[in-house]
């Protein structure tokens, strides 16, 4: 078992940057390829980046490219996802989830769920 905390979330305007943590326990947190994952309301969750559990390396997601950045620091078991110039079209619930098998952007792939936290961009 694997126990996601969400954290960070809140009112930013366009333009502005937050910073999402995502704190981890149970399980070996290195064993795990870490993702983020928004939904906005009426709309479906949706890839936004990840890390994987081996080499670090990062995925994203095409609308995110260049503004946000995952990253992870295993000492602290908390990965971060660094939002920056958040537009309007930004606001959702961000989720981090926890993938066994490796990297995915598939919402199916992912074991564990945290519970989410509100991001709102004012425009």
């Known amino acids: 078992q694997v126990q996601l905390v969400e954290s960070g979330g809140g009112l930013v305007q366009a333009g502005g940057s937050l910073r999402l943590s995502c704190a981890a326990s149970?399980?070996?947190?290195?064993?795990?390829?870490m993702g983020w994952f928004r939904q906005a309301p009426g709309k479906e969750r949706e890839f936004v980046g990840a890390i994987s559990r081996n080499d670090g390396f990062t995925y994203y997601t095409d609308f995110v490219k260049g503004r946000f950045t995952v990253s992870r620091d295993t000492a602290k078991n908390t990965v971060y996802l660094q939002m920056n110039s958040l537009k309007p079209e930004d606001t959702a619930v961000y989720y981090c989830a926890a993938a066994y098998s490796g990297y995915s952007r598939l919402v199916k792939e992912y074991d564990y769920w945290g519970q989410g936290t509100q991001v709102t961009v004012s425009s």
């Open positions: 149970g399980r070996t947190f290195s064993m795990y390829t």
